[in-house]
């Protein structure tokens, strides 16, 4: 199954063949319109020349900060997030030997991926549910328990990156997330 997520055919090229890629692209998914955080990874495998977490664990982090710093940014918060990246590799090379699909490949039960998924750098709850639930939206990684694992993120509809298939979807998703913002704006 092909992932389209950020409006970019090769962006989501990247996205499809390299589980690393979209794991980094999750990450990266805070506090920046989602699309542009799933491009992130195509922008570093453009600037660094993979997208191999040994590679980029052992990069120099100042030059690849700078890397990743350079407009357009992989994110809002360049800097931050590509510390937090470089954590995110050397978690997944110590962890998992490099292959991030063993992550979720390993993972017996919903409960058990999510808890691997909270374990990584920038992962808290909501988010590690929210890619859970990509995973076995749009790739079909569906261990035991992982509705229950994620809760509403597994319900039909338009609530996260998880149900977004082309912009149709990206717009939905934004409209839920807004009358979702507007609802606790006006109970608080």
Same mark, same amino acid.
């Given at each position: 199954?092909?992932?389209?997520?950020? *409006?970019?055919?090769?962006?989501?090229?990247? @996205?499809?063949?390299?589980?690393? $890629? &979209?794991?980094? *692209? /999750?990450?990266?998914?805070?506090?920046?319109?989602?699309?542009?955080?799933?491009?992130?990874? =195509?922008?570093?495998? *453009?600037?660094? *020349?993979? @997208?191999?977490?040994?590679?980029?664990? $052992?990069?120099?982090?100042?030059?690849?900060?700078?890397?990743?710093?350079?407009?357009?940014?992989?994110?809002?918060?360049?800097?931050? /997030?590509?510390?937090?990246?470089?954590? @995110?590799?050397?978690?997944?090379?110590?962890?998992?030997?490099?292959?991030?699909?063993?992550?979720?490949?390993?993972?017996?039960?919903?409960?058990?991926?999510? #808890?691997?998924? /909270?374990?990584?750098?920038?992962? %808290? #709850?909501?988010? $590690?549910?929210?890619?859970?639930?990509?995973?076995?939206?749009?790739?079909?990684?569906?261990?035991?328990?992982?509705? !229950? $694992?994620? %809760?509403?993120?597994? &319900?039909?509809?338009?609530?996260?990156?998880?149900?977004?298939?082309? %912009?149709?979807?990206? !717009?939905?998703?934004?409209?839920? #997330?807004?009358?979702?913002? =507007?609802?606790?704006?006006?109970?608080?």
């Amino acid at each position: 199954m092909s992932i389209h997520i950020t *409006g970019d055919d090769s962006a989501d090229r990247v @996205l499809t063949e390299d589980p690393f $890629a &979209l794991l980094v *692209g /999750m990450m990266l998914d805070e506090q920046y319109p989602m699309e542009h955080a799933f491009r992130g990874p =195509a922008k570093v495998l *453009g600037r660094f *020349g993979t @997208l191999d977490p040994a590679r980029i664990a $052992a990069a120099d982090p100042e030059e690849f900060a700078a890397l990743c710093s350079t407009p357009p940014a992989i994110h809002r918060f360049p800097g931050s /997030m590509a510390a937090r990246l470089q954590a @995110l590799a050397a978690l997944v090379e110590e962890r998992y030997d490099g292959r991030t699909e063993r992550l979720w490949t390993e993972a017996t039960t919903g409960r058990e991926l999510l #808890k691997r998924v /909270m374990e990584l750098p920038g992962f %808290g #709850k909501q988010k $590690a549910q929210i890619f859970v639930a990509l995973l076995a939206k749009q790739l079909g990684v569906r261990p035991d328990g992982w509705e !229950q $694992a994620v %809760g509403d993120y597994a &319900l039909e509809g338009h609530r996260s990156v998880a149900d977004v298939v082309d %912009g149709e979807t990206l !717009q939905k998703v934004r409209d839920f #997330k807004k009358q979702k913002k =507007a609802a606790a704006k006006q109970q608080a």
